[in-house]
């Protein structure tokens, strides 16, 4: 008797208020979103001019400052990516990185300035353009990267649903703290130069390490187009800024930035750059010195360095392939070169300057040479080693190779177009404007940005033959802009034959212009931009947990990062790095949704704080669990004591079950000595599954009459949901985590079992660019009867009863 009692005080201690209809815009919403779009946008501003202002002084100390180096926008990127990432292995971390590399942009900075002062009277060089258009050419870059932001309305990471970002923005926690570092072994040789980066900027400017990341996204995007605008360095700006606008938006570049994959968008624009550079030092080579060829050389071993910084030594491959090919192309246009190249004079004088090169290059990636080798011992000199054969990662099948051409009509790069003739038509086009950009840089013997492209068809060739779809993909997106600048360039050049020949070229440009855009435009409207609010509310709960172990009872990757401050053991696919907490034999882990009673009560005491969904519809807290915050989705628990000892007879994803003794082993169960914990049955519907935006659904459930209970569902959203009943409206916010977890909606009162009540779901359009692809579903609607609290019995006296958990005496 007397543990009756104590078991009743229990549950009576672990009630949940009713929750109150939550407003859809509050002021502390729109400040945090104004805080957000100033972190983002201004870690752009600081990426975008360091990079330039670095790599500019970098070419012009290298190659002189009369000309304009092309690839400078993205020298300066991969220069700041290795300072950062060799800096932030010193004492001091993120803030030594950011130290060294203000140092270096300041100093650069300086050199300009100087540089400048002294040329004022001098005239422009042929390649020299004005400030403003570069600015034209990274503001429409811009503008293409901000419109996933408009169409979702809010400014983030992509959220896509692997979370790769998430494991990214642990490892740039981890990069500058030794906490988390000991916490997660995340960095096994994995490159990590653009971690360095963001881990600086953020340092730098206080920025949250997601919205510098954001940041870095769009930056990548605005330095392609404005190096893309220079394969055009002689014409005028609308042109430049037609080419830069679609080779730096290129339609699987802009896939892959909506799902905030970086290093495939990096390395397409170090590629770029290196082509633009190689064709610009061809074109002084003849009347330099041996040294000034040495030092034009030295920007090229920039690029290749960040290529490693980024992609690890297997990034050398798109440079050794674009180098091979613009020799034996240029060898086989101009065999006479050839036969002066090959002189023994000739190598003789170059082979010196080629080993200083080699050296410096080594030297400048001495601080990553173990996470180097670290690398190859996971992946050897094929990912093939670690990533099998037909692992298709977040693909559905391999992707097309039309795709990488610009013009694909499908909002999801992972989904073949509904009109085969219309996708296979345009992909006909689209190639046939490439072969004419081929033969049109053989003919003018425009062979760099050729040879890139030819690099490129060679890395995906021998990925597409030996690598699974999923490393094949990558190989397609690296090589996407320099596809597109081929076919462009040799539409887009001016003073080509007649009028009659000068309007044709337009008029195929326009078109390809319009369908490749458009192709870009639907796949930047239609990708996920990670939700503010779950990262708010969980980062609101690690500044209550400090460093303490902590148990994430979601399904979400994104968690562990948003509590990076704590070590936090979750069940989320792919950020399992601390050991699984064990569940009871009957009630596993299998992707549906957690509860107390998901994890057997020894395990529960190695946690000093547990993170629930905000449903009633789970497993009554334990009575040494306390409630310390609350927010919309989710509740922390302060563990006070250890854990009491109790089982339970449901199974994965419920909060308890029906005691059947007709069942021989209940019934063994109800005659042993010991007390249950019972509550009304909950109702469980079907939801609506695959809500386009704008769009809504009706779900009916049944209640008894004159009794109140809470509805919660269970939802994955892109967009915010609102739920309407007798004559209420409950705002949900976008959930991008993964689907199993029930949060709680509002409170209803039933009519009776046969008197439905009518829940209008709808979901959210925050903007006209907002897509019309199914974002929203909701899977299960589930109703728990208020007040939530525990009625305890004697186990004889619970058959047939709804069963929470029980204890044995």
């Known amino acids: 008797m007397l543990e009756i009692v104590i078991s009743v005080c229990e549950a009576r201690g672990s009630r949940r208020p009713e929750r109150a209809p939550v407003q859809r815009f509050s002021r502390g919403a729109l400040s945090r979103l104004a805080a957000v779009f100033e972190q983002a946008y201004g870690s752009v501003l600081v990426i975008v001019a360091g990079s330039i202002v670095l790599g500019r002084a970098i070419c012009s100390l290298c190659g002189g400052a009369a000309a304009r180096w092309s690839a ?185 930035y909506g799902e905030s994959a970086f290093k495939e968008t990096i390395m397409a624009g170090l590629v770029l750059a290196f082509a633009l550079h190689l064709g610009q030092v061809a074109a002084r080579w003849a009347d330099a010195s041996q040294r000034v060829r040495f030092t034009m050389a030295l920007p090229a071993g920039v690029l290749l360095a960040g290529s490693v910084y980024t992609y690890s ?22 065999p006479r070169l050839a036969r002066e190249l090959l002189t023994g004079r000739n190598l003789t004088t170059i082979a010196p300057w080629a080993l200083g090169f080699v050296l410096l290059l080594l030297i400048v990636l001495l601080p990553i040479f173990s996470d180097i080798s670290s690398f190859f011992g996971s992946f050897g000199l094929s990912p093939q080693n670690t990533i099998t054969g037909q692992d298709l990662g977040n693909l559905r099948g391999p992707l097309s190779i039309y795709e990488a051409l610009g013009i694909w009509g499908s909002g999801d790069f992972r989904v073949v177009p509904a009109n085969h003739f219309d996708a296979g038509e345009l992909g006909a086009f689209a190639l046939a404007i490439l072969v004419f950009g081929v033969f049109w840089s053989l003919r003018r013997r425009q062979l760099p940005l050729l040879a890139a492209g030819l690099g490129c068809a060679v890395v995906w060739l021998y990925s597409n033959a030996t690598q699974s779809p999923y490393v094949t993909a990558k190989a397609m997106v690296i090589g996407a802009p320099v596809v597109i600048a081929i076919g462009m360039r040799a539409l887009l050049t001016s003073r080509q034959g007649g009028r009659l020949v000068t309007v044709t070229l337009l008029a195929f440009a326009a078109i390809f212009g319009v369908a490749a855009g458009y192709s870009s435009y639907t796949t930047l409207r239609n990708e996920p931009v990670q939700s503010s609010e779950t990262v708010a509310e969980l980062a609101a709960f690690h500044r209550l947990t400090g460093n303490a172990p902590t148990l994430f009872l979601g399904i979400d990757s994104w968690a562990v990062w948003e509590l990076h401050d704590s070590p936090v053991w979750n069940f989320s696919p792919g950020t399992e790095w601390l050991p699984t907490p064990q569940s009871p034999p009957n009630k596993p882990f299998n992707g549906q949704p957690l509860d107390f009673d998901s994890v057997v009560s020894p395990d529960l005491n190695e946690f000093a704080y547990v993170v629930t969904s905000d449903t009633d519809f789970a497993s009554e807290p334990p009575s040494n669990f306390h409630l310390v915050s609350r927010r919309p989705l989710y509740e922390l628990w302060k563990r006070i004591g250890p854990t009491p000892p109790r089982a339970t007879i449901e199974g994965a994803g419920q909060p308890g079950a029906i005691l059947d003794c007709s069942v021989p082993l209940l019934r063994s169960l109800s005659e042993r000595a010991g007390v249950a914990a019972v509550m009304t049955q909950p109702v469980i519907v079907g939801g609506i599954p695959g809500l386009a935006p704008g769009h809504s659904g009706i779900v009916r459930i049944g209640l008894p009459a004159r009794t109140r209970w809470e509805i919660s569902a269970q939802y994955t959203a892109w967009t915010p949901i609102t739920f309407s009943a007798e004559g209420r409206r409950f705002w949900m916010p976008a959930y991008m985590g993964q689907n199993g977890p029930f949060f709680n909606v509002g409170a209803v009162t039933g009519r009776g079992v046969s008197r439905q009540i009518a829940i209008r779901i709808s979901a959210g359009r925050p903007s006209i660019l907002t897509g019309t692809q199914p974002y929203d579903s909701v899977y299960n609607i589930a109703a728990t009867r208020l007040p939530d609290v525990r009625r305890m019995m004697p186990l004889r006296d619970a058959c047939g009863r709804y069963v929470d958990w029980f204890r044995l005496s």
Not at 102 to 118: E, I, K, M
Not at 174 to 201: D, E, F, R
């Open 72 to 256: 400078a926008p993205f020298v300066g990127f991969a220069a700041l990516m290795a300072l950062a990432d060799a800096a932030i292995k010193l004492p001091g971390r993120a803030g030594t990185a950011l130290v060294v590399c203000l140092l270096a942009v300041v100093l650069a900075a300086a050199y300009l300035a100087r540089r400048a002062s002294r040329a004022r009277s001098s005239p422009r060089g042929p390649f020299v353009h004005s400030f403003a258009g570069d600015a034209l050419i990274g503001a429409l870059g811009l503008c293409a990267a901000s419109i996933p932001f408009i169409a979702q309305g809010r400014v983030g990471p992509g959220a896509f649903v692997d979370g790769d970002m998430a494991i990214h923005l642990v490892v740039v926690e981890a990069l500058s703290s030794a906490k988390v570092a000991a916490y997660y072994h995340v960095l096994g040789g994995y490159p990590t130069g653009p971690h360095a980066l963001v881990a600086a900027v953020s340092t730098g400017t206080g920025a949250q390490a997601i919205q510098v990341f954001t940041g870095l996204l769009i930056s990548i995007m605005v330095l392609t187009a404005i190096v893309a605008g220079d394969v055009l360095g002689g014409e005028s700006l609308w042109r430049r800024a037609v080419i830069g606008l679609l080779s730096g938006a290129a339609y699987l570049v802009a896939a892959y």
């Open 313 to 334: 030594y297997l990034g050398v491959a798109w440079f050794v392939t674009t180098f091979a090919a613009w020799v034996v192309v240029g060898l086989a246009v101009r």
